[in-house]
T-cell receptor, first 113, second 113 residues
């Protein structure tokens, strides 16, 4: 069984479009995260949610809006996509409060043309 | 985060133990050693972490030298599915709700049949 799943795996779209990435975890974790990886070495935290409440919102443009309908889901909606949004987006989850054992999803590869 | 150095690549025969070294000579007293891996096209996967005692879990063992300046990750019976890039990170415990991950180049482990 997949612990943290994301859809879609690949997303190719035009500039200016609006798109969503979905994330679900079946681990019963309280905390979920979104990361952006635009190089192999750097995984940047974007948002974290604890029990459906937004905890961290890093310096991310407000075109990015996370939504957590319940503890097991954290979706990422992106408005007016820009070329610089091209990256791999990872969802993750962990038990509160320690995230060293957080589990990552397979990633969504977003390419904005 | 303290700097780590790891070999660029290693090979290991299937079924044998894979020993992955990491040097962290500037580690400070409250920093832990964490190991993650990233299999091609997947998200980072937590493996193990420790402070100064040796640690073992279902995936691997972590041996930390007495002076804490280096450590070795041991995969006791490597399988083809263990082929991945392995990252050693030293940092204070991740106890808030989100931090960036800065991975070094890591060690590319190839498990050979």
């Amino acid at each position: 069984d997949t612990a943290v799943s994301q859809t879609p795996k690949y997303l190719v779209t035009q500039m200016g479009n609006d798109k969503s990435i979905k994330c679900e975890q079946n681990l019963g974790h309280d905390t979920m995260y979104w990361y952006k990886q635009d190089s192999k070495k750097f995984l940047k935290i974007m948002f974290s949610y604890n029990n459906k409440e937004l905890i961290i919102n890093e310096t991310v443009p407000n075109r990015f809006s996370p939504k957590s309908p319940d503890k097991a889901h954290l979706n990422l909606h992106i408005n007016s996509l820009e070329l610089g949004d091209s990256a791999v987006y990872f969802c993750a989850s962990s038990q509160v409060p320690y995230q060293e054992t957080q589990y990552f999803g397979p990633g969504t590869r977003l390419l904005v043309l | 985060d303290a700097k780590t150095t790891q070999p660029t690549s290693m090979d290991c025969a299937e079924g044998r133990a894979a020993n992955l070294p990491c040097n962290h000579s500037t580690i400070s007293g409250n920093e832990y050693v964490y190991w993650y891996r990233q299999i091609h096209s997947q998200g980072p996967q937590y493996i193990i972490h420790g402070l100064k005692n040796n640690e073992t879990n279902e995936m691997a063992s972590l041996i930390i030298t007495e002076d804490r300046k280096s450590s070795t990750l041991i995969l006791p019976h490597a399988t083809l599915r263990d082929t991945a890039v392995y990252y050693c990170i030293v940092r204070t415990p991740i106890s808030n709700y989100g931090q960036n991950f800065v991975f070094g180049p890591g060690t590319r482990l190839s498990v050979l049949p």
